[in-house]
């Protein structure tokens, strides 16, 4: 089974200074990875994605993610903090379910973004 | 186009007392999902549908059971409801059941359990 850790269950970063988030996975096989963003008390949207082809993967609202294969990680990154950033960020990988070969998502805990200003 | 959507928003419930969750989404997306967020946890499959007419548990099926009404609507019934299961509640739908397949989720339904 794959599985995905956060580093950091809460990070502050100040309003203009780099948002770095980390997320290491697991896998048996070359993974698809994902970030979302969970806003307060709303649904989880989809910031980015790595499928295939380029390493450097960027999103909605200026956040993008490098796929690492040899550190086995897809740390996000936005160079400036926005106060509008300020939510909950969730790194899954999508894992091969046993039997019938379907998919799932395993999500890592996920990391609260505080933006000070 | 509204997505997904879920209702009821809030439920409060006592031990014991059964309801169901609903869910459509328009979006005509083959694959089904629910799932549930409890602090710290992150997300946790409950149940999936890959396609109309099938479901699959996922990694916290007990004390759960599911319906693929038609391709529209995946419901989630709780028979006897448990304080464990006090949680919030996802239900997600994607175009496919693939690897590399965005799910988009609905807006959720916030469970208390007394």
């Known amino acids: 089974a794959q599985s995905v850790t956060q580093l950091g269950s809460h990070v502050s970063v100040s309003e203009g200074a780099l948002v770095l988030l980390r997320c290491n996975y697991s896998?048996?096989?070359?993974?698809?990875l994902f970030w979302y963003v969970q806003y307060p008390n709303q649904g989880l949207q989809l910031l980015l994605k790595?499928?295939?082809?380029?390493?450097l993967v960027k999103g909605i609202n200026g956040f993008e993610a490098e796929f690492k294969k040899s550190e086995t990680s897809f740390h996000l990154t936005k160079p400036s903090a926005h106060m509008s950033d300020a939510a909950e960020y969730f790194c899954a990988v999508s894992d091969r379910r046993s039997g019938a070969g379907s998919y799932q998502l395993t999500f890592g805990k996920g990391t609260k973004l505080s933006v000070i200003p | 186009n509204a997505g997904v959507t879920q209702t009821p928003k809030f439920q409060v419930l006592k031990t014991g007392q059964s309801m169901t969750l609903q869910c459509a989404q328009d979006m005509n997306h083959n694959s089904m999902y629910w799932y549930r967020q409890d602090p710290g946890m992150g997300l946790r499959l409950i149940y999936y549908?890959?396609?109309?007419?099938?479901?699959d548990k996922g990694e916290v099926p007990n004390g759960y059971n599911v319906s693929r009404l038609n391709k529209r609507e995946f419901s989630l019934r709780l028979e006897s409801a448990a304080p464990s299961q006090t949680s919030v509640y996802f239900c997600?739908?994607?175009?496919?059941?693939?690897?590399?397949?965005?799910?988009?989720f609905g807006p959720g339904t916030r469970l208390t359990v007394l």
């Open positions: 896998s048996s096989v070359p993974p698809y």
């Open positions: 549908s890959a396609s109309e007419g099938t479901t």
């Open positions: 790595y499928t295939t082809g380029a390493t």
């Open positions: 997600a739908s994607s175009e496919q059941d693939r690897a590399n397949n965005e799910q988009f």
